[in-house]
């Protein structure tokens, strides 16, 4: 029996090995696309074909159902050795993908998410008031992991005030209509956004919400937006602002809002926590704007201060914007796109400019005189 068990690490380990070696050397995308070796994905399932392996995929609302074959990874019942297990949070996507057979994972019962949440918050055991407390904070989380995870590290080592204050809020709170977001899920995350000190940290964590989801999202990057819209003021040089928004994401991560990569220079943002910062950032106070695509009406983003459409290769844009209070403005552009010679003329304001693909002449950003960064 021992040995049948180490056989199977051994098989598990070795199966890990394959995986990071083939899509390291398939240079994947963000997405999971194969942009090296594409359409030689066959040398992949050569590889695949007569090995038994689970491959385990998180998808996005984003992904299609293309996600299996640029990688060359064998599908079908002509390759039942490899078995392929989606993670989702939408229903719809495991039906566009053709999944065979759907597994509902259950919330974490009322066991579980309080030995999760008290180890997390800190809380020792016993009847206490503070734990009497606590554990009507778990209930409004409604066994929601992140919700557990970022409520829990947003009042570890706070006082029995403010765990009450924070326990009425949730109970108390009203859930709008939030479309995807469960009203319940953006109270808890609000909750946490709001417990992070000091307001440039908000800000930071509010400014990777402009990437594109699932993208890992460079601490450089994030640093000149973090500028150009105005954080950091009192800094003499980038590096200063540099070291301000590294500590900014060391205190995110500590907090479960932000996740960590493989690399120091990267981080990365749940996908609910996104849409959750969307909604903030979305508000009058801040007037972000994240697209997918360029909206009907121009009028609808004259009072924006940054907008993005990262991710998204527009095909057009339109001839003139007017948006004299954007500090920050983030396109994507097919490579046979023109930037009209006045698209900047009523951007007054602006201060960083990134722009991913399309041609663009310089004599175009001569009226944009506060210009920092041309990313």
Not at 261 to 272: A, Q, Y
């Amino acid at each position: 029996m021992q040995k049948k068990k180490k056989k199977i690490v051994r098989n598990i380990d070795t199966t890990y090995l394959h995986i990071g070696v083939i899509l390291s050397i398939l240079e994947l995308s963000s997405h999971g696309f194969a942009l090296g070796l594409y359409p030689k994905g066959l040398t992949l399932m050569e590889i695949f074909v007569h090995r038994y392996i689970l491959m385990i995929l998180p998808t996005s609302s984003q992904c299609g159902t293309l996600i299996v074959y640029p990688t060359g990874i064998p599908f079908g019942d002509d390759h039942r050795g490899c078995k392929i297990l989606l993670t989702t949070r939408l229903e719809n996507i495991s039906s566009d993908m053709g999944c065979q057979k759907k597994v509902f994972l259950s919330l974490l019962s009322e066991n579980e998410e309080w030995a999760l949440f008290k180890i997390i918050a800190g809380l020792s055991d016993g009847e206490s008031t503070l734990n009497i407390v606590a554990k009507q904070v778990v209930r409004e989380c409604q066994g929601l992991p992140t919700a557990l995870e970022t409520v829990g590290r947003a009042l570890r080592g706070k006082d029995a005030y403010e765990w009450e204050a924070a326990s009425k809020l949730l109970k108390n709170s009203q859930f709008p209509d939030l479309g995807e977001i469960d009203g319940r899920t953006y109270t808890c995350l609000k909750l946490s956004y709001d417990y992070l000190k000091p307001k440039e940290t908000k800000l930071c964590f509010l400014l990777c919400c402009l990437f594109p989801e699932d993208y890992n999202i460079p601490i450089e990057d994030l640093t000149r937006y973090a500028v150009g819209y105005g954080l950091h003021q009192d800094v003499k040089s980038i590096e200063d602002a540099r070291e301000r928004v590294y500590a900014a994401i060391k205190d995110l991560k500590d907090s479960c809002m932000l996740l960590g990569t493989e690399t120091e220079e990267h981080v990365k943002m749940h996908d609910l926590v996104r849409d959750v910062a969307i909604q903030i950032a979305s508000s009058e106070e801040y007037g972000f704007m994240v697209l997918k695509k360029w909206p009907r009406s121009i009028e609808s983003v004259e009072g924006c201060t940054t907008i993005s459409l990262l991710g998204n290769k527009l095909t057009k844009l339109p001839e003139a914007l007017v948006c004299p209070r954007l500090k920050v403005l983030l396109l994507e552009l097919g490579d046979d796109l023109n930037v009209p010679g006045s698209f900047f003329k009523g951007m007054t304001a602006i201060e960083v400019l990134s722009l991913k693909g399309g041609c663009l002449s310089l004599q175009s950003l001569e009226l944009s005189t506060n210009l920092l960064s041309l990313l």
